[in-house]
């Protein structure tokens, strides 16, 4: 059965840099007995300017918008498309003043205590605004330049100003009010699109977000306009990173962000006929910022395992007392602590070495990766001189392409153990390399480590550096225990994170949504009323024919 696919990306598949572009590349490569039409939210020029990656027959064409930049429509409205405006924008953020936002596991909750739940009536209101204000958009051409007005700043204050609103939106000021005003301008820029009429999204047969947030709306509009089923994929929760956005904020405004982006992922868990999280710890969330359990399916990104294969097969290491560490340099992983953790395991086996192989993740990564070069020869001052090369000192760091190191697999082949020590983490892809490599793995309890482990590599608590220095130890003085760890973790990676059994995960749950879906597209006849068979089975069979033969037999239908 051939299933025509609308994937919605933000910020990835088709660009060139984009997120999760591998994943969604290798998805849709895999699907070649479907269609696909990519919806593309970019997020820079630069990204623009990079183009796309190259794609496979089955993609049946590319419709992008920047969400990065939006040019004033121009649109004038009338006194009636005013009203509407002012009505509809003025219960949305109304809605959004009133609080009751859930809240994910760790959110601090709201100084006026706020409940973990929202309200039925205030989530109506909410979506009843919102879908007030993409039809408006759909009728007048478009809601930047009033989203962007005077009018919409003083809507927004009279809100956070009206009785029952939030402390914290009460104590907006006016540099606060301006500053969520424009974040709602470009959280809202997807209503002014034209892809919901019925030559775009509503001509497939389900959507595909491939994340919340941005990606998600668009799906909404078009299961609002045409009843188009939605499904929602995230591997990292959207609404957990608006969280812990915007740290130099206002309380105002970051009030106001979290209320705006937890009701939006909200009405995208009530709207989707699926959620399809990556891992334990992104359900979780989920399931607290109210997604009903019985929509949730847990589908685990993935892999490539042939890169790794060799390496897994013949798991000897060039050097038995070596650990390794591999990915983005950058605060977040916690390298401070490594270097501690090596610190004590060399007072235990000092002929240990720890080879760092990854890049900083911009600039702030960069600035990383001198303080840790600097710690690394604070802690070993008679080891660290001369140039960072293997044998000469007990620390390195390097990347991948150099000739010590020239593919990724190489680089968990040069260790005994491979080492996680992230302070944060959602799905730890490193960690899913070292197992195909056949690595005995020591890493942090975060995000979903335990769960990708599995029990077959050791956890310590993040920040501890006497326990992972533990751990690592205990793995170096035991070469049997590492060598069974390795398999068994090659074997549980192999059985849940390969890109095989990612396809053959959502082929099914493509083929389940449209399975429960009523027929949309309908042909009436001259008295309104609706013509058999208009639409055949074989009006999905893909090719260039295919519009011209349904025309053609919807004629003969109306005869």
């Known amino acids: 059965m051939l299933v025509r696919i609308g994937l919605i990306a933000e ?14 590349d290798r998805l849709v490569r895999g699907l070649g007995q479907h269609e696909f039409d990519i919806y593309a939210l970019s997020r820079s020029e630069r990204q623009e300017d990079e183009g796309w990656v190259p794609l496979p027959p089955q993609v049946s064409r590319v419709r992008t918008a920047p969400l990065w930049t939006a040019e004033d429509d121009g ?7 005013r009203r509407r405006f002012a009505e509809c924008y003025g219960e949305l953020v109304a809605a959004l003043c009133a609080g009751g936002v859930a809240e994910g596991p760790g959110a601090a909750a709201d100084a006026s205590g706020a409940s973990e739940h929202m309200s039925a009536t205030e989530a109506d209101r909410f979506a009843n605004a919102l879908y007030g204000l993409a039809e408006l958009a759909r009728d007048e051409g478009g809601l930047v330049g009033a989203l962007r007005s005077e009018a919409a700043v003083r809507t927004l204050e009279r809100a956070c100003r009206a009785r029952g609103a939030l402390r914290t939106a009460r104590e907006a000021r006016v540099p606060d009010l301006l500053a969520f005003a424009a974040h709602l301008e470009h959280a809202l820029r997807p209503l002014s699109l034209d892809w919901y009429e019925d030559d775009g999204l509503g001509s497939v047969d389900l959507c595909h977000a ?7 709306l668009p799906g909404l509009l078009a299961h609002h306009f045409s009843g188009v089923p939605l499904l929602l994929t995230e591997y990292g929760v959207r609404l957990r990173t608006h969280y812990l956005a915007a740290p130099e904020a206002s309380p105002a405004v970051r009030s106001l962000l979290a209320a705006l982006h937890g009701r939006l992922a909200a009405e995208a868990y009530a709207r989707a006929a699926l959620i399809t999280p990556g891992n334990g710890h992104a359900r979780r969330w989920q399931e607290r910022c109210g997604a009903d359990r019985a929509k949730l399916r847990t589908v685990y990104p993935g892999m490539d395992a042939s890169r790794f294969a060799e390496v897994g097969e013949a798991p000897e290491c060039a050097d038995p007392d070596s650990l390794i560490w591999v990915g983005r340099i950058e605060p977040a992983k916690d390298i401070v602590s490594l270097l501690h953790a090596f610190a004590e395991v060399r007072k235990k086996e000092p ?15 960069a600035a990383y990766l001198g303080h840790c070069r600097a710690l690394a020869a604070q802690l070993f001052p008679d080891e660290a001189e001369g140039p960072h090369t293997v044998g000469d000192n007990p620390v390195t760091f390097e990347e991948v392409g150099a000739p010590e190191i020239p593919t990724l697999a190489d680089a968990y082949a040069s260790g005994a153990v491979a080492v996680l020590s992230s302070v944060v983490e959602g799905f730890p892809i490193g960690l899913v390399e070292a197992m195909f490599s056949g690595r005995a793995t020591v890493s942090t309890d975060v995000g979903a480590v335990v769960e990708v482990i599995g029990g077959t590599g050791l956890v310590v608590p993040p920040r501890n550096p006497r326990a992972l220095a533990e751990a690592c130890v205990a793995l170096l003085r035991d070469p049997e225990r590492r060598e069974r760890l390795g398999a068994a973790a090659r074997a549980r990676a192999l059985e849940l994170f390969t890109v095989e059994q990612n396809i053959a995960a959502f082929h099914g749950i493509y083929l389940e949504i449209v399975s429960r879906t009523p027929v949309r597209r309908l042909v009436l006849d001259e008295a309104g009323d609706p013509l058999p068979f208009a639409v055949p089975a074989e009006a999905h069979v893909p090719g260039r024919w295919t519009e011209r033969t349904a025309r053609l037999v919807a004629t003969e239908a109306a005869r």
């Open 11 to 24: 910020g990835g598949y088709p660009y060139v840099s984009g997120d999760a572009r591998l994943w969604c």
């Open 75 to 81: 649109v004038v409205y009338g006194r009636r498309a």
């Open 210 to 216: 491939t994340s919340g947030g941005a990606a998600a």
């Open 351 to 365: 002929k240990t070495r720890l080879r760092i192989v990854g890049t900083p993740s911009g600039a702030e990564g």
